[in-house]
């Protein structure tokens, strides 16, 4: 958010059915909505990025030739680009990872990113670190599937699903498993190693779907991974609707051109509301503060009401196999809500008694030297960044509505601060947000134009962009603390 061809050649895109029904309703003269976004994006306009780009165009040319795995400008770092500040933080974290001096050999440090991105099928960044292997030209093999790979690294396997699926069932017999199994273990170095890159992967695939990063076609096709990996993959799952098949299929000429109509609501009127929404909290907190047991219920109120926001039919809808899935061990393994209904749940990770500051900042940069001081400045980047802006609104505080963006994600994952009242999380996060923020979150590869184009319609897209780091930032420093806190109680 900016608070602030030849028939016969080989295609990189394949077709899926709803390309094709697109086609045949096209060839019959039916309005049917655009399949296919050229750039970086299906989402943004190709125009608002350029427009971006060029302000400081050498910087980000030179970050991204010394930072980014790709060594140019692709269209992961393009979008980013819309928040230079941040994605100079981001592509130099990065770096240290996956590139410089630390306990993991380079090429297992881009099999692990491979085996995150895969949990949810997320093509672009799988054949980006593909293209890492064969550029080292070690271990091909390993790209097969998991079979044949090392038995230490199929081990992660476990620890790797929990992480992108359900954090809280990590314990620290997990981390047993993993630091005591003979000839196969880990090292606590090397585990915490293995763990940011898992947690910095399952979080950038939320932000890569939920930013609709079209994918990086390799004109060069240097090592045919492309056409094996990404020939299945269609952009018009990120362009609309994962139900488009089924409407399609008994859809009129009018009701068609309805596809893309959504609400019919005054954006305007929206975001005058959400303004004074702000101004009212923030003229209550200074009269009022709520008790803690008043603001700790509100809490659990909030955690159960995200119970009911979900993408619908979706949930119980069986995603597609996916062209990655060599690189996956129990891919039916999905997410499921924190507080489930009906089920003894998990007890709330209460941040006083484990947090980022106070515990998993020290223990992640002693056992992994100066990695937490990277993570930490671009944890503060993306939540301190502001433009002071708020679409057409200038010189606005938007600190609240960033904090409520944050802490909703931590809410759903069961994580709760003590001096946040999650009251505000319900004045200030619309349900299409809301809807938006847990499928970015929690299962990224069913996220839609349409989900994103819901909410906040009057916003820039650079703000929507903004959102999408601060997504992205909060989910991965969930799963920190919970594989984190697991590690603690392991050496303890």
């Known amino acids: 958010m900016s608070f602030s061809a030849d028939s016969n050649s080989p295609n990189p895109f394949h077709m899926c059915n709803i390309c094709q029904k697109v086609i045949r309703k096209k060839d019959k003269g039916v309005r049917v909505p655009r399949p296919f976004s050229s750039g970086p994006s299906a989402f943004i306009p190709k125009e608002e990025i350029v427009e971006a780009s060029q302000v400081d165009p050498l910087t980000e040319q030179l970050l991204a030739e010394a930072y980014s795995p790709s060594g140019h400008v692709d269209h992961l770092t393009q979008v980013m680009g819309l928040h230079p500040h941040y994605l100079e933080s981001f592509l130099h974290s990065q770096f240290y990872l996956l590139r410089m001096d630390g306990p993991l050999p380079l090429h297992c440090r881009h099999f692990i990113a491979i085996m995150a991105a895969a949990r949810h099928q997320c093509s672009f960044l799988v054949s980006l670190h593909v293209r890492e292997f064969y550029r080292m030209g070690v271990c091909l093999d390993w790209l097969k599937g998991l079979q044949y790979v090392p038995q230490r690294l199929r081990n992660l396997n476990e620890i790797n699903k929990l992480l992108a699926h359900r954090p809280w069932l990590i314990t620290k017999e997990h981390i047993q498993n993993l630091v005591k199994t003979g000839e196969h273990s880990w090292s606590l170095a090397e585990l915490v190693h293995a763990v940011v890159i898992l947690a910095h992967f399952h979080a950038l695939a939320s932000f890569v779907f939920g930013s609709g990063i079209n994918p990086q076609v390799d004109t060069q096709n240097t090592n045919g991974f492309q056409a094996v990996y990404i020939s299945n993959y269609c952009t018009c799952d990120l362009a609309s609707d994962h139900h488009l098949d089924r409407d399609l299929s008994s859809s009129s000429p009018e009701s068609s051109a309805l596809l893309c109509v959504f609400q019919t609501t005054d954006s305007v009127s929206e975001l005058e509301a959400l303004m004074d929404r702000m101004k009212r909290l923030q003229e209550e907190r200074e009269e009022d503060e709520a008790s803690q ?200």
């Open 293 to 492: 047991e008043e603001m700790a219920t509100r809490f659990e109120k909030e955690k159960k009401e995200s119970l009911l926001v979900g993408s619908g039919e979706l949930e119980d809808e069986v995603m597609p196999t996916s062209k990655v899935s060599q690189f996956v061990e129990d891919a039916t393994f999905g997410y499921q809500d924190f507080a489930r209904r009906g089920e003894d749940n998990p007890p709330t990770f209460r941040a006083q008694d484990y947090s980022w500051e106070d515990h998993g900042f020290s223990l992640v940069n002693r056992l992994y030297s100066d990695i937490g001081l990277l993570l930490d400045d671009k944890f503060r980047t993306a939540c301190d960044l502001t433009y002071y802006n708020m679409a057409s609104h200038e010189d606005v505080d938007t600190t609240m509505l960033r904090r409520a963006l944050f802490n909703y994600v931590h809410c759903m994952y069961g994580i709760r601060y003590d001096d946040y009242d999650y009251g505000e999380v319900n004045q200030l996060l619309e349900r299409s947000l809301k809807v938006y923020i847990k499928t970015v979150t929690c299962y990224p590869e069913r996220t839609t134009r349409r989900m994103y184009d819901s909410y906040w319609r009057q916003f820039r897209h650079s703000e929507k962009v903004h959102v999408n780091l601060l997504l992205m930032e909060a989910r991965m420093q969930a799963e920190l603390l919970y594989a984190l806190r697991a590690i603690t109680r392991y050496m303890t």
